[in-house]
């Protein structure tokens, strides 16, 4: 069963990244972007395999969301270091 706050976090996710597409050029100015925009789109992958989760296959989803969460967490740290130390150069 499809639980009301997953979905709204989930279109929540979706309005996020959209305003990250709509603002590209302005997110490349950021070192790793391409690795800050990677753990977000996993993460709302994570968010989208928690609603279909609650329609069919439970358990196969479940596996592929927290996969897709610990993915976007590694990647999101990856992205944290490198942005400090390019700052310290």
Same mark, same amino acid.
Request: charged residues 15%; aromatic residues 18%.
């Given at each position: 069963?499809?639980?009301?706050?997953?979905?709204?976090?989930?279109?929540?996710?979706?309005?996020? !990244?959209?305003?990250?597409?709509?603002?590209?050029?302005?997110?490349?100015? !950021?070192?790793?972007?391409? !690795?800050?925009?990677?753990?977000? /789109? !996993?993460?709302?992958? #994570?968010?989208?395999?928690?609603?279909?989760?609650?329609? *069919?296959?439970?358990?196969?989803?479940?596996? /592929?969301?927290?996969?897709?969460?610990?993915?976007?967490?590694? *990647?999101?740290? #990856?992205?944290?270091?490198? #942005?400090?130390? %390019?700052? %310290?150069?």
């Amino acid at each position: 069963m499809i639980q009301e706050n997953e979905l709204i976090t989930f279109m929540i996710c979706i309005g996020v !990244l959209i305003f990250f597409i709509l603002n590209y050029q302005k997110l490349k100015k !950021l070192s790793g972007y391409n !690795l800050f925009l990677t753990s977000f /789109i !996993l993460y709302t992958c #994570a968010w989208c395999f928690t609603v279909i989760e609650g329609i *069919i296959f439970e358990e196969v989803f479940n596996l /592929i969301e927290h996969i897709c969460y610990i993915s976007s967490s590694g *990647i999101m740290v #990856a992205w944290i270091l490198i #942005a400090f130390w %390019k700052r %310290k150069e």
